[in-house]
């Protein structure tokens, strides 16, 4: 299955990082301290010869939208929530002798989406945006041209299943299909997922595509909002079950926890009606965590004596950027990086071969001559050259600008207060998520990105004008304990928010004052 190579995206610069992960010390202001740990890592790399032996294993771990500057910056908050400087530390990821790069267009995109790429990844073939599992000569939408233009991916070539062809990223069950694709004889996602392969380990979110219109779901029954979606009234769940022996499906992580390692050879867990939750928002008793799924997937998966293919996405690092969510999106990659750390943990290097890369980047970065140890989350210790503050993260577009009297408002911290992180309901404004009701971020006032990584930009962002960027998140130990409350805004219409003096964005301060951002 390929020469064995552990590979990951990482630091070019490998050898002028600190030995050892601590703060700013007396040893590194001397010149031996970065000598030395050059000459180790530079004999570490000469010494390093290639493996002999082929792999028998293959995990495949992804960061949707995971592009350098994520990487670095979730290398930060790492450290930090260690309690570190968070500079010197070092992503598991970063650990592995090898790294590369790669482009990342699609053929008729130059910024492209989740669906080309991972075509590109899994299929090794260049194909359009917003097509799955085709070539090229597939136009997105059109069904017709699916036919003939299959491209076969890993996974095919592992089992000899067929493959997973979709003319629309968007068409997960066939109630998000059009009559006329169905009439052409096309397939849903979520049908094909069960019946073109034959996969041992399935674990997500997805239930609402995999059940018949109207079937409550196990954790919502109240919730009609997340009652499967199928037209065609097939429980694909069901029918997975039924043509396998010895399956088993499970909806929790009680469920997860139950499930028999060492003798169950095909499972399938579906924790939420759509998407995971953010790491930050997910409840630990009901929905397990990235790392638990990974590391039940190789135990698993590992009895097999002829090896494995594994595939790992962390795709809510997407959603955070697309949502101008810095803390959000960072903390996801640091849980794919500990999902990295725990795989390598259970396997061995010696058969196995590890991927981690990324679909493609985002408009994120983050600069403004932070001083070492300060928060991710925090403002650039000088002002712009429109004499306000500015968050030392940024995004070209997307929620989060403010653009008033043709200036912007300043960024600032509030003051500093110690939070349990619990969810109690917040005064300014609620929607229900995935079945359950509670106080939560409002809506952005502003159009936003909802797909792959394609961005819609509201104003004209010049790149060197902070006033013309994205604000993110501060640090994520403080909430909003300033300025009377305002009336929630609008999901789509006119800014409604009086701000507090101190300006912050609205979803910054939606649930002040109980509890820290999520």
């Not at 390929?2 to 703060?23: E, H, K, Q, S």
């Not at 169905?182 to 034959?198: E, P, S, Y």
């Not at 867990?269 to 995971?276: A, N």
């Not at 809506?443 to 509201?458: E, L």
Request: charged residues 20%; aromatic residues 8%; glycine residues 8%.
């Amino acid at each position: 299955m390929g020469r064995l190579l552990r590979a990951r995206i990482c630091f070019l610069l490998v050898f002028l990082t600190p030995l050892t992960a601590t703060a700013t010390s007396d040893a590194e202001k001397t010149p031996h301290y970065w000598n030395e740990g050059a000459r180790r890592r530079l004999e570490a790399a000469l010494a390093l010869q290639p493996a002999a032996q082929r792999a028998k294993n293959i995990i495949l771990f992804v960061g949707d939208g995971m592009g350098l500057p994520t990487v670095s910056a979730a290398r930060i908050y790492k450290g930090q929530l260690a309690g570190g400087s968070g500079e010197e530390s070092i992503l598991a990821m970063e650990t592995f002798p090898h790294v590369a790069l790669a482009k990342t267009y699609t053929i008729d995109r130059q910024v492209p989406d989740s669906a080309g790429t991972g075509t590109a990844y899994l299929c090794g073939v260049k194909a359009n945006s917003k097509t799955v599992g085709l070539s090229g000569a597939a136009v997105y939408g059109k069904c017709r041209t699916a036919f003939g233009n299959e491209v076969d991916s890993v996974l095919h070539r592992a089992r000899l299943a067929d493959p997973v062809p979709c003319c629309s990223r968007s068409w997960y069950a066939d109630a998000n299909m059009p009559r006329e694709t169905l009439r052409d004889g096309c397939k849903d996602i979520a049908h094909q997922l069960v019946h073109n392969t034959d996969i041992n380990v399935i674990l997500g979110g997805g239930r609402t595509y995999m059940s018949p219109r109207w079937t409550p779901d196990p954790e919502y029954p109240e919730d009609p909002a997340q009652n499967g979606t199928r037209r065609d009234g097939r429980d694909l769940v069901a029918e997975w079950l039924s043509t396998r022996e010895g399956a088993r499906y499970v909806w929790d992580k009680k469920g997860l926890d139950a499930v028999d390692d060492t003798s169950v050879s095909h499972l399938m867990g579906l924790f939420e009606p759509k998407d995971m939750r953010y790491e930050l928002n997910r409840n630990a008793t009901t929905d397990p965590s990235i790392v638990e799924m990974t590391e039940k997937a190789i135990r698993i998966l590992r009895r097999n004596p002829n090896g494995f293919f594994l595939f790992v996405e962390g795709g809510r690092i997407d959603h955070g950027h697309h949502s101008g969510r810095a803390k959000q999106a960072l903390m996801e990659a640091v849980m794919l990086d500990r999902a990295v750390a725990r795989a390598g943990e259970l396997t061995e290097p010696s058969d196995t071969l590890t991927v981690v890369t990324a679909d493609h980047s985002h408009v994120f970065t983050f600069g403004g001559n932070t001083l070492r140890g300060a928060s991710i989350f925090g403002l650039a210790p000088k002002k712009a050259k429109d004499k306000r503050a500015y968050t030392s993260i940024l995004y070209g577009n997307g929620p989060g600008y403010s653009i008033r009297d043709g200036g912007r408002p300043a960024a600032s911290l509030p003051a500093r207060t110690r939070t349990t992180g619990s969810r109690r309901p917040s005064p300014l404004t609620w929607r229900p998520t995935v079945g359950r009701m509670w106080w939560c971020w409002p809506r952005a006032p502003w159009p936003t990105s909802s797909m792959g990584c394609r961005s819609s930009t509201m104003l004209p962002m010049p790149l060197l004008m902070p006033r013309a960027s994205s604000l993110m998140m501060p640090d994520p130990a403080v909430v909003d304990t300033v300025g009377p409350l305002a009336a929630p805004s609008t999901p789509h219409g006119p800014h409604s928010l009086s701000w507090p003096s101190a300006w912050l964005p609205s979803w910054w301060w939606a649930e002040r004052p109980y509890q820290a951002l999520l």
